[in-house]
């Protein structure tokens, strides 16, 4: 099908140059000689996956390989909620069942990418207790730092459902999140995932988190590889096609929007400039994501 050419796609104004249903990407589909490949991105939120990896996810699914999104943290939640939930329900501008809402804008913005969601059942930090009752976050701060009690056991328990998942979908590469800006439930993600992939063989990389790494240019490289011990960040450099995808994903992500770029006038603009930031450190022209083969146990 032929995919109209496309001048500036605008997330501000909620337009789009064309619709989930019509997008293919760039990328050839599998011959006869050329074995689809199953993919499995694990995604700490309903949005992370696409923020870090949309484009390289559309350029997936445009040669024919099925890519599954699986949002650990996408549990359903209901009141009462903790004031930082509140705060952040408020923001988002979000009545009513909150979490319910941030997965149908997940089914929207991976229709672009023509990838197929899987909603985990565990909490978001946001609506977390620990043993004694008492919220995980108690501030708007969602560092691991910040939180006291050991939630091992969450760990343990996210890695074997991700470890069934494997199982069923069998994938040849799995991503997810480096956790770069240490939100709680990047952590977890990324070890639980470790922990799950073990001795499987499955190729393991991780995303460079979005938009957490924001750094000049010239510090990208650094902020990045003191988490990556000696395991190098290898940029992805998206076509046009491929960017029109994820810049229309994350546009069904309004809830989002303010929340995660404050006081910007065009989402598409800022999401630009972050990706040619990290292309020109470098050495690459135009957006691309950011990509590690291996984070080491302390790299948070």
Not at 18 to 23: A, F, K, N, Q, V
């Amino acid at each position: 099908m032929r995919v109209p050419s496309i001048s500036a796609p605008s997330i501000a104004g909620g337009r789009r140059a064309i619709s989930p249903g019509t997008w293919r990407s760039a990328g050839p589909a599998p011959t006869g000689g050329q074995a689809v490949r199953p993919v499995l991105a694990v995604s700490p939120h309903l949005d992370d996956a696409v923020l870090s990896a949309g484009g390289r996810i559309a350029r997936m699914t445009g040669a024919g390989h099925p890519v599954t999104v699986f949002t650990l943290f996408a549990g359903l939640a209901s009141g009462p909620y903790s004031p930082v939930a509140r705060r952040f329900h408020e923001e988002w501008g979000i009545s009513g069942d909150p979490v319910s809402h941030r997965r149908e804008e997940d089914l929207r913005a991976l229709g672009w990418l023509g990838a197929q969601a899987v909603h985990g059942e565990f909490p978001d930090a946001i609506y977390r207790t620990d043993r004694t009752g008492r919220w995980i976050l108690d501030d708007r701060s969602c560092s691991a730092d910040r939180v006291a009690h050991d939630e091992a056991d969450l760990t343990t328990r996210a890695s074997e459902r991700i470890r069934a998942l494997i199982a069923d979908l069998r994938p040849s590469l799995i991503l997810t999140c480096a956790s770069v800006g240490k939100h709680v439930d990047h952590v977890l993600t990324r070890d639980a995932v470790r922990a799950a992939v073990g001795m499987t063989g499955v190729r393991l990389e991780f995303w460079a988190d979005l938009p957490y790494l924001e750094v000049p240019s010239q510090a990208l490289d650094e902020s990045l590889l003191s988490r990556a011990g000696e395991h190098a960040a290898v940029p992805f450099p998206l076509d046009a096609r491929e960017w029109l995808a994820k810049v229309s994903a994350v546009g069904e992500y309004t809830s989002q929007h303010a929340a995660l770029w404050p006081g910007a006038g065009s989402v598409a603009q800022v999401m630009r400039e972050q990706a040619e930031n990290i292309g020109s450190a470098y050495g690459q022209m135009g957006p691309c994501e950011l990509f590690l083969d291996d984070v080491a146990g302390d790299a948070e």
